[in-house]
């Protein structure tokens, strides 16, 4: 069973800092992995995909790497603004009993002080 | 960018009754959609996985009698609450793909709130 764990849980940094959230995973058997983030109340927006034979994305300011085979993930966000606090949570695609199935990480609250 | 229509936003209703939350993809074909469950400051929990035109899997722990999941078309999918009670008061969020090597794009959610 597919287990999804996103360390730092919180994290709060000034405006400006360049911060890098973590994504792990147990299986290393995926086809892709994907980084939301989470306004209060909000649903999600898809920040990212990473595909399985993927090794890095990027957007902006923001930066994903997928280093499948030692199940780990991350995000790097450059520059940070008061406007990136949110929930950033990355989720993972596989399949289980034949079916696809997405499994979510804990989240990591990030809070960027002005 | 692929959009994804949830509806109703927010419902708030009493003990017994049954609800039913839309989820439409508004510019593509969804050939699977998610249904999620989400508690406050936790992430989200996988209810059910429906694939168009066949029966959703659910997973372990949620009571398929319980939530209904229709989709019946590459479009629309729902989910119906029956006979909710406090318990089932949550953020119901829904996510729709097209191709498997396809990001998910997902609603906005919907809050339930049941008393």
């Known amino acids: 069973k597919q287990e999804v764990t996103q360390i730092p849980a919180a994290l709060s940094v000034p405006e400006g800092e360049n911060l890098v959230l973590n994504c792990s995973f147990t299986d290393s058997a995926i086809y892709n992995l994907q980084w939301f983030r989470q306004d209060p109340g909000k649903g999600l927006t898809s920040l990212l995909l990473?595909?399985?034979?993927?090794r890095e994305q990027t957007s902006g300011r923001l930066n994903a790497s997928l280093d499948k085979s030692s199940g780990r993930s991350t995000l790097y966000i450059a520059a940070s603004q008061p406007g990136d606090s949110a929930t950033y949570l990355c989720?993972?695609?596989?399949?289980?009993?034949?079916?696809?199935?997405?499994?979510f990480g804990t989240g990591t609250k990030l809070q960027v002080i002005p | 960018g692929a959009v994804v229509s949830q509806h109703p936003s927010w419902v708030i209703c009493k003990s017994g009754t049954s609800v039913k939350i839309e989820c439409r993809s508004l510019?593509?074909?969804?050939?699977?959609m998610f249904w999620y469950r989400q508690f406050p400051k936790q992430s989200l929990m996988l209810m059910a996985t429906s694939n168009e035109g066949s029966k959703a899997t659910y997973e372990q722990g949620v009571e398929k009698d319980k939530f209904l999941i229709n989709h019946a078309s590459l479009t629309l999918s729902t989910l119906t609450v029956t006979s909710a009670h406090p318990e089932d008061s949550s953020f119901y969020i829904c996510?729709?793909?097209?191709?498997?090597?396809?990001?998910?794009?997902f609603g906005d959610g919907t809050r339930l709130s049941i008393l």
């Open positions: 996510s729709a793909m097209g191709q498997s090597n396809q990001p998910q794009h």
């Open positions: 510019d593509f074909q969804a050939t699977t």
């Open positions: 989720a993972v695609r596989g399949s289980e009993g034949g079916y696809q199935k997405v499994t």
């Open positions: 990473i595909q399985s034979s993927q």
